[in-house]
């Protein structure tokens, strides 16, 4: 990212194209890296077919160029080989804008097996990536085994279908849908050294649950669209966060594995090995609260102080959000929100994160403050809908996004 210039006295046109390459030159010579542009938390899924291919439907966050992807196979007990894998800017459905979808190598090879246990991420495709795309990654798996690796809820419709499709542009031969991505856990870009990413740490209200589907309305999706819009104007530490990263997932807890791995067994993976991470959005706790499992408050701030703990230790900033209010689900009781008012207390006055998002403030009833208000309620009393999901976006203040580490 370039700088904002300084106000000059007007220059003619003979000097403009001048001026204009050697601009051009200094971007060009500028140090760059790679960012994350979208994630999605593995997890483990059903048997893994074989000889069958798949078209994930991502939406990026960040621009960039030599666009990467990650293909996890971390929770296979059996290698898996991907015979080809392409990306596409999406245009509609499963078709595939004509002359975009490119072939990806890994280390220089078509083809790639992934260990059990490991991820792999291919070599870079030259071109720039525009934010807010929609991209088609196609691939066709050769040859698996066992229980497959994806992100079960994803809240946007994907496609598959058997035998290999990959290279294929057309939507005619990806007949079955689906609401999961599988072994694509991530995809970047190369930016400048000045841009990072975000990295949102959650449950199912960052997964997006009680979200439109297919509409990108997720709070991550709506915090995305806010930082891309204020780069135009914004300075400082505005501009240095472009990137967004999902990894929620469905009924994950801070400390004990179930819905996942907990936030704590997954942090490596899904958000410290994250390229161009500069921040850690912790927002967790509630499933921790509401399973009755004797839970205390000073136990969940010790997992939150153990996720800051390692996430500045790496050099990255943490902001935390306040837990939402949940009366009116099932789950709920007075011993539960008396450990969820004392955690919220931890998270707005502790000052142990470097900043706070106060989104039980924002969304919570002013006639009843342990429920949700009604208008931005998804139903169940514990999800927020589209309009809530906005409202927590909007309650992000994006200068705190860096902090000095």
Not at 142 to 162: D, E, L, N, V
Not at 189 to 218: F, K, M, P, Y
Request: net charge negative; proline share 4%.
């Amino acid at each position: 990212m370039t700088a904002e210039a300084a106000p000059t006295a007007p220059t003619s046109q003979a000097q403009a194209p001048a001026q204009t390459q050697t601009q051009t030159q200094a971007q060009a010579q500028a140090p760059r890296h790679q960012v994350v542009t979208w994630g999605a938390s593995a997890d483990r899924q059903g048997e893994a077919p074989r000889d069958r291919s798949y078209r994930m439907v991502v939406r990026t966050s960040v621009g960039g160029t030599d666009t990467r992807v990650r293909l996890s196979n971390a929770f296979g007990d059996q290698p898996v080989t991907f015979g080809s894998v392409h990306v596409g800017k999406r245009q509609e459905g499963a078709q595939v804008v004509r002359g975009t979808n490119r072939p990806l190598t890994f280390g220089g090879a078509d083809s790639v097996t992934v260990p059990p246990g490991a991820t792999v991420t291919s070599d870079p495709l030259s071109g720039r990536l525009a934010p807010g795309s929609d991209l088609a990654v196609s691939f066709h798996v050769r040859s698996a085994g066992g229980p497959s690796t994806g992100h079960g809820m994803a809240m946007q419709t994907s496609y598959a279908t058997a035998g290999d499709h990959a290279a294929e542009e057309g939507a005619d031969n990806w007949t079955d849908r689906t609401g999961s991505w599988y072994y694509l856990d991530a995809v970047s870009v190369e930016t400048d050294t000045d841009t990072g990413a975000v990295v949102t740490l959650g449950d199912s209200i960052t997964d997006g649950w009680q979200s439109s589907t297919d509409t990108n309305r997720r709070w991550p999706d709506y915090l995305a669209r806010r930082l891309q819009s204020a780069t135009a104007t914004g300075t400082g530490a505005i501009k240095a966060i472009k990137g967004v990263a999902n990894e929620g997932i469905s009924g994950n807890k801070v400390l004990a594995d179930g819905a996942g791995q907990s936030a704590l067994g997954r942090l490596q993976r899904d958000v410290l090995s994250q390229p161009g991470i500069r921040t850690v959005f912790l927002f967790e706790g509630i499933n921790d609260i509401k399973a009755h499992t004797g839970v205390t408050a000073g136990d969940l701030i010790a997992g939150y102080r153990e996720i800051i703990d390692r996430a500045h230790t790496a050099g990255i900033c943490v902001v935390g959000a306040t837990v939402l209010p949940y009366k009116g689900w099932y789950e709920y009781d007075a011993e539960g929100e008396a450990v969820r008012q004392d955690v919220n207390d931890f998270i707005r006055n502790s000052g142990e994160l470097d900043a706070v998002a106060d989104f039980d403030k924002a969304l919570r009833s002013p006639y009843d403050q342990e429920r949700l208000l009604p208008v931005f309620d998804g139903g169940d009393h514990i999800h927020p809908n589209d309009k809530g999901m906005q409202v927590m976006a909007d309650t992000v203040d994006i200068r705190t996004l860096s902090c000095d580490r």
